[in-house]
């Protein structure tokens, strides 16, 4: 167990609608980041919050959101779903104070969309 | 980030040592090598990292060449749940950290 947790672990949904990703990291992380898997693709770095704010940015579509709130969870919008959307997305958090630099992954969430 | 290149697989028997090679021949001063495997379509793992000294914890050994352009993942006693790919990641190391960018990795085979 990573320690990092994602919600839900399933998701399917159909094509146009919209979905949010939960991730909560470890105890006292401060960074998260968000990665898109698709079918038999690499892993694909989409955004990273620390402490609340925006970090880094990969290749993120301008239908995807995300935000890190207060208590350092953090939530991935996707709207306007298409087929293509379809991934597995992982979170993963690092940079809890006095801890090392590893980021630790969470299990992800599989989206389908219909 | 500096970018990596990984054997696309490698096959290795049960109970062996298993020696993932990387090259990262661009690699900078303050950039570490870190090493993660993702088994099957879980969260990956992460296994070790080093900045230039050679590195072992519980699960595995990074040999890191004394210019830095290369390293090795050894797997000292591999077995069947060792089956998984492998990415070897040079990243810098920053007040909130970097992200980690993944290439390909290593298909990585063990063999009964």
């Known amino acids: 167990d990573s320690g990092v947790t994602q919600t839900p672990k399933h998701l399917i949904t159909a094509t146009g609608q919209r979905v949010t990703l939960r991730c909560s990291p470890r105890?006292?992380?401060?960074?998260v980041y968000w990665y898109q898997q698709s079918l038999d693709q690499g892993l694909q770095f989409l955004i990273q919050?620390?402490?609340?704010?925006?970090?880094a940015k990969g290749n993120i579509l301008e239908r995807f959101s995300a935000q890190q709130f207060p208590d350092l969870h953090s939530e991935l919008n996707l709207s306007s779903l298409e087929l293509g959307d379809s991934a597995l997305y992982f979170c993963?958090?690092?940079?809890?104070?006095?801890?090392?630099?590893?980021?630790?992954f969470g299990q992800g969430t599989r989206l389908t969309v219909v | 980030d500096a970018k990596t290149t990984q054997p696309p697989s490698m096959d290795c028997a049960e109970g062996r040592a298993a020696n993932l090679p990387c090259n990262h021949s661009t690699i900078s001063g303050n950039e570490y090598v870190y090493w993660y495997r993702q088994i099957h379509s879980q969260g990956p793992q992460y296994i070790i990292h080093g900045l230039k000294n050679n590195e072992t914890n519980e699960m595995a050994s990074l040999i890191i060449t004394e210019d830095r352009k290369s390293s090795t993942l050894i797997l000292p006693h591999a077995t069947l749940r060792d089956t998984a790919v492998y990415y070897c990641i040079v990243r810098k190391i920053n007040f909130g950290n970097e992200k980690l960018t993944f290439g390909t990795g290593t298909r990585l085979t063990i063999i009964p």
């Open positions: 105890s006292g992380d401060l960074s």
């Open positions: 993963a958090s690092s940079g809890g104070t006095g801890a090392g630099t590893e980021a630790f």
């Open positions: 919050y620390y402490n609340g704010e925006e970090r």
